[in-house]
């Protein structure tokens, strides 16, 4: 009988240790405590620690009894994996129950809010509501954004630094002829394509001689001229 006993009792524990859960964070060991001290500042830091004391801090104790911490880590760890390969599965399943307990919350306010008996009650219950659809909204609307990427349509424009230089015209064959040269040396051009009848205007002719004297033009009589010359004194007419 005792012999019995004992082979129960060793079989009760080992099923035991089978759902025995592991609650010691488990760290990786280097080559030396410093290494190994290093590997558990990282893992302290690391988002998953992060999230797993999230997670942790305010959940259900049945839960937390059966809840594995080095599993829990791992989980998380490949979770941030797939997101590196640009699998985004878990992170649309996460939007889409989001916006599922939303939903559900605004429901329940609705209700509250409708069976209040008093209006402030009534009032805080709707407000609570409505900001649980507006985020409900936006949820949809960020897991829509990671299954359809919208397209960003740029306008071409024409950004330029430093100085500008803009020929228009024919150049000039002299790189270092000053400003203006090549206008003078065009009008040039255009006068000597000018026909010979057209050109006869441009010559001022042979320079004309100075002109006599009128011999009819007689002096002025002695009583039109004034006594005083110079203006000194005031003469009578």
Known sequence: MNQRKSKAQAQNNKSEDKHLTRKQIECVEGETKEATALNFAKLVISPEMASFRVITNREREDLMAQLDTPSLIG??????????????KAAEAMLMNQATALQSLFVKLT??????GLLRQQETALRLALKAQSQCRATLETLSNIKNPPVVYAKQANVTTGPQQINNGVPSS?????AGTQQKKS????????????EQW??????????????STKAMAPVHRPKNRGGQGQGSA
């Open 75 to 88: 989980a998380l760890r490949e979770q941030t994996q797939a997101v590196h390969r640009g699998d985004m």
């Open 111 to 116: 209700e509250t809010g409708l069976q209040a």
């Open 174 to 178: 002299a790189p270092n002829e000053p």
């Open 187 to 198: 009008r040039k051009n255009k006068l000597k394509e000018l026909p010979h009848e057209q």
């Open 202 to 215: 441009l010559d001022s002719g042979a320079p004309g001689t100075a002109g006599g004297t009128d011999s």
